[in-house]
């Protein structure tokens, strides 16, 4: 869930100046504190959310550049067995 007022970004890269984000397919697989997407800030900071536990995305509720709200969920991870 966000923590805060911010918009969701998916695998940040910048070249040159050009920031290309891209949504993980469903099916990714994440190691307890991995990051799964990045948040912006109003002030332009890149915040990383972590992977509380070791799963799967199995869902994306807020895509990429969407801005959402403290405490809207951005994407379901099932724990891994």
Do not use: H, M
């Amino acid at each position: 869930a966000a923590p805060e007022n911010v918009q969701v970004l998916f695998e940040v890269s910048g070249d040159a100046g050009v920031t290309r984000c891209i949504e993980p397919a469903i099916g990714t697989e994440y190691k307890e504190g991995d990051t799964v997407c990045y948040l912006q800030t109003q002030y332009g900071q890149l915040v990383p959310l972590k992977a509380p536990f070791a799963g799967k995305l199995v869902d994306i509720t807020a895509f990429q550049g969407k801005k959402v709200i403290k405490g809207q969920a951005i994407a379901w991870l099932e724990r891994k067995a």
